[in-house]
């Protein structure tokens, strides 16, 4: 199973799967074009032609006994860009970035197949050590998905399906809230930038990591 135009979106996933995935698991975790980032592309403003790889990626961050990771998927409309502000994957046009959301910005129409509601996601789940109740753990979700509007961009369109999920995982308290609701974000933007950073390209679409 995987995201046309780079797999069988008709074979779904499995039971049996799940538990080999599960089975297979180790300390590292896999990023780039693997796993649910194996069919995932970024920068789909022009139609695939012009998009390119993106993937899973993950990053964490602590504060003295607090720590928050963050696991992306990164399948965007969007371009993704760096802590800087600049893209780094997304939609091409003659081996230069189009920028997206500039694009749309100024009257452009959307092309190609990938342009209809729900077709491209962002998921994320954010994870903490510290203890938290679940209204704390929406905070940090809605937190977290700062990063996305910070990361790529245009997002939350009417082609985007994008969800953050947060848990907890602790017994402590944090010393403040807002202290996991800040880490979330900053763990949440790598996450999301190593999914580009990390992928590899096929023949059909190109990646970072090629």
Same mark, same amino acid.
């Given at each position: ?44 403003? $022009?139609?695939?032609? #012009? /998009?390119?790889? *993106? ?10 006994? +607090? &720590? @928050? !990771? ?33 694009? $749309?910005?100024?009257? #452009? /129409?959307?092309? *190609? ?10 998921? +994320? &789940? @954010? !994870? ?41 995982? *602790? ?40």
């Amino acid at each position: 199973f995987d995201l046309a135009p780079l797999g069988r979106p008709d074979r779904w996933p499995t039971a049996d799967g799940g538990a080999t995935a599960c089975d297979a698991a180790g300390v590292a975790v896999a990023e780039g074009s693997v796993g649910a980032g194996t069919g995932a592309t970024v920068g789909k403003v $022009l139609g695939v032609a #012009g /998009a390119m790889k *993106g993937g899973v990626g993950t990053w964490a961050e602590r504060s003295g006994d +607090v &720590v @928050v !990771g963050a696991l992306a998927v990164v399948n965007a409309f969007g371009d993704v860009r760096d802590g800087a502000g600049q893209i780094i994957a997304g939609a091409r046009d003659a081996q230069r970035f189009v920028d997206a959301a500039r694009y $749309l910005a100024n009257g #452009g /129409a959307p092309g *190609g197949s990938f342009p209809r509601a729900g077709a491209n996601t962002t998921l +994320v &789940v @954010v !994870g903490t050590s510290a203890q938290m109740e679940r209204t704390q753990l929406a905070e940090v979700a809605r937190s977290a998905c700062d990063a996305l509007a910070q990361r790529i961009t245009p997002v939350g369109t009417q082609f985007d399906g994008d969800i953050v999920f947060a848990v907890s995982v *602790g017994d402590r308290p944090p010393p403040t809230p807002v202290m996991v609701e800040l880490l979330a974000q900053r763990a949440t933007a790598m996450a999301i930038e190593r999914a580009v950073r990390m992928a590899r390209g096929t023949k059909e679409v190109p990646g970072l990591a090629d």
